[in-house]
């Protein structure tokens, strides 16, 4: 369980993944228009690049999205915000993000360690630690994060973490001290073929004081299904659709 002010209580809330497509992924275009379909979050990726900015990009090159087959750590932020993505959009930088948009919160996926300090840089400059939440797959790069952090900022469980707390429900252990530092667990419905919907799994998790939030997930008899097993979050690509769902 974390205390924190970037977490709310008494609803589900809708995670926009890596904001609205199109506009392209990670755009600030996809950001706002992912506030404006009702988003509580925007779930986004940061990785380095060339000159040492925190820029807000999934995959290690931009092949996917606009055909070019470069790192993004080979390229300076001035080249990056000249590329066009295939479904158009602006990339920028964690750091102008969380400018551009004041009063979003963001949920921030470190995908390499060279990108921590970077993106703690941004979050400090910013005065921004009520509104994101620092996590990483990898949780050493999630410790490392947080411990350069002048103040607490929301967190979620890494991998290692997700695995651990299966083993336990396996054997029927408690939750309590795996989350003693964690506001939200994000896992999708299964990995490595683990079930993490199994209704025991989550309603250990949610007694803890530690938010469920669901991803990547599009289908609404999935909402609908997840949230009557208590999932207090979703994330998804189609955040009108759910948006309006879950308002019903």
């Given at each position: 369980?974390?205390?924190?002010?970037?977490?709310?209580?008494?609803?589900?809330?809708?995670?926009?993944?890596?904001?609205?497509?199109?506009?392209?992924?990670?755009?600030?275009?996809?950001?706002?228009?992912?506030?404006?379909?009702?988003?509580?979050?925007?779930?986004?990726?940061?990785?380095?690049?060339?000159?040492?900015?925190?820029?807000?990009?999934?995959?290690?090159?931009?092949?996917r999205i606009a055909g070019i087959d470069r790192n993004v750590s080979e390229m300076s932020l001035?080249?990056?915000?000249?590329?066009?993505?295939?479904?158009?959009?602006?990339?920028?930088?964690?750091?102008?993000?969380?400018?551009?948009?004041?009063?979003?919160?963001?949920?921030?996926?470190?995908?390499?360690?060279?990108?921590?300090?970077?993106?703690?840089?941004?979050?400090?400059?910013?005065?921004?630690?009520?509104?994101?939440?620092?996590?990483?797959?990898?949780?050493?790069?999630?410790?490392?994060?947080?411990?350069?952090?002048?103040?607490?900022?929301a967190t979620s469980a890494s991998g290692s973490i997700i695995i651990s707390l299966w083993i336990?429900?396996?054997?029927?252990?408690?939750?309590?001290?795996?989350?003693?530092?964690?506001?939200?667990?994000?896992?999708?419905?299964?990995?490595?073929?683990?079930?993490?919907?199994?209704?025991?799994?989550?309603?250990?998790?949610?007694?803890?004081?530690?938010?469920?939030?669901?991803?990547?997930?599009?289908?609404?008899?999935?909402?609908?299904?997840?949230?009557?097993?208590?999932?207090?979050?979703?994330?998804?690509?189609?955040?009108?659709?759910?948006?309006?769902?879950?308002?019903?």
């Amino acid at each position: 369980m974390q205390n924190h002010p970037y977490f709310q209580s008494g609803k589900v809330s809708v995670l926009a993944h890596r904001g609205f497509t199109p506009p392209a992924e990670n755009t600030i275009e996809a950001f706002q228009r992912a506030l404006d379909s009702g988003a509580d979050y925007l779930e986004t990726d940061v990785r380095v690049t060339l000159d040492g900015h925190a820029v807000l990009c999934h995959d290690e090159t931009f092949q996917r999205i606009a055909g070019i087959d470069r790192n993004v750590s080979e390229m300076s932020l001035e080249e990056i915000k000249q590329i066009r993505p295939f479904e158009t959009g602006t990339i920028i930088s964690l750091a102008e993000a969380l400018q551009l948009l004041p009063k979003a919160r963001f949920n921030i996926d470190i995908k390499d360690s060279l990108a921590i300090v970077p993106t703690v840089s941004a979050i400090e400059a910013n005065n921004a630690h009520d509104r994101v939440l620092v996590s990483s797959f990898s949780n050493s790069r999630r410790r490392q994060a947080l411990k350069l952090l002048s103040r607490e900022v929301a967190t979620s469980a890494s991998g290692s973490i997700i695995i651990s707390l299966w083993i336990r429900n396996l054997f029927g252990l408690n939750f309590s001290k795996a989350l003693s530092s964690i506001g939200a667990i994000q896992i999708p419905i299964k990995i490595y073929g683990m079930r993490l919907d199994k209704p025991s799994f989550i309603k250990k998790v949610i007694e803890t004081g530690t938010q469920v939030h669901f991803w990547t997930i599009n289908d609404l008899d999935e909402v609908s299904r997840l949230v009557g097993l208590g999932a207090t979050g979703i994330v998804t690509d189609e955040t009108e659709l759910v948006v309006n769902f879950l308002k019903k």
